[in-house]
């Protein structure tokens, strides 16, 4: 699978590889997987700094979810 977002030269193909970790998220998502499965994975495989440092099994709140709206919070200049 990793030979996908490689080419012949060991260069990566970073949009292809976003685009199958964001897929593989919903999947997971969709499938019913409790809300800190969830963490734990995007934590495992982060696209963002944060998400390396999602602290698990300590809150009963989405944390990506609440992480997102923060930042929109903060760059929205409306809000």
Known sequence: MS???MDEDGNSFKERAVEELVKQRN???EGGATQQSIDR??????LKPQEAVLELGKNIFPRKLLMDQLTRIRTNKKL
């Open 3 to 5: 030979d996908d977002f």
């Open 41 to 46: 994975f995007i934590s495992e495989r982060p």
């Open 27 to 29: 999947t997971i998502r």
